[in-house]
């Protein structure tokens, strides 16, 4: 009854998808990118660089714990986006930015809200006022701990933090109930 609300990876299964950043855990059946050659990784290159594909050649593009790491954020978003078809799934794993996780890393470069991609996404406050980029996605959903096991807590702290997000983040509850992970989804 109090489960909260979780990305589902069924919805990627099965999809042509680029894994930015995949390092050892390349996604089964994926094209694997990362910035060092490791097992797994299938192209080596800069993050920061165009993306070596070709337009629309991805139905998803994934990326876990990436996009905290890149200096040139908006770039890559904009890369993203054209190597992912019409329709297709930008989902991004990124530490909250209330949780230790977030700081821990000395090679985070950047935290996230709730609310961090808006910029990308057309219709949002953010993307209609203050948008970095005239790339933009027409969809985004948000997830809150997707691999923690459901609490009463977490189902109705996630409540209140996705739907008054700003709210939330900025106020003592943040610091009572700090979420360790986001999931942003965007589509195309």
């Known amino acids: 009854m109090f489960n909260h609300r979780v ?13 930015i950043g995949c390092g050892r855990n390349k996604l089964p059946g994926a094209v694997g990118l990362d910035c060092v050659q490791l097992p797994g990784v299938d192209i080596v290159c800069d993050l920061n660089e165009p993306l070596p594909f070709g337009n629309g050649e991805f139905e998803v593009v994934y990326s876990n714990q990436v996009l905290e790491h890149v200096p040139d954020m908006i770039g890559l978003v904009e890369e993203i986006h054209r190597v992912l078809e019409p329709g297709g799934l930008m989902v991004a794993h990124v530490p909250y930015f209330r949780s230790s996780w977030a700081a821990v890393d000395p090679t985070h470069i950047r935290n996230f809200t709730l609310n961090s991609l808006d910029y990308f996404v057309a219709g949002t406050y953010f ?35 996705l739907r008054w997000s700003s709210r939330f983040e900025n106020s003592a509850f943040s610091f009572v109930y700090p979420f360790e992970s986001l999931t942003f989804v965007l589509t195309k």
């Open 127 to 161: 993307y209609e006022d203050y948008r970095f980029s005239e790339v933009n996605f027409f969809k985004i959903e948000k997830f809150l701990d997707s691999n923690y096991p459901p609490t009463f807590f977490r189902w109705i702290f996630a409540k209140l933090a």
């Open 7 to 19: 990305f589902d990876p069924a919805i990627i299964q099965d999809k042509k998808t680029l894994d």
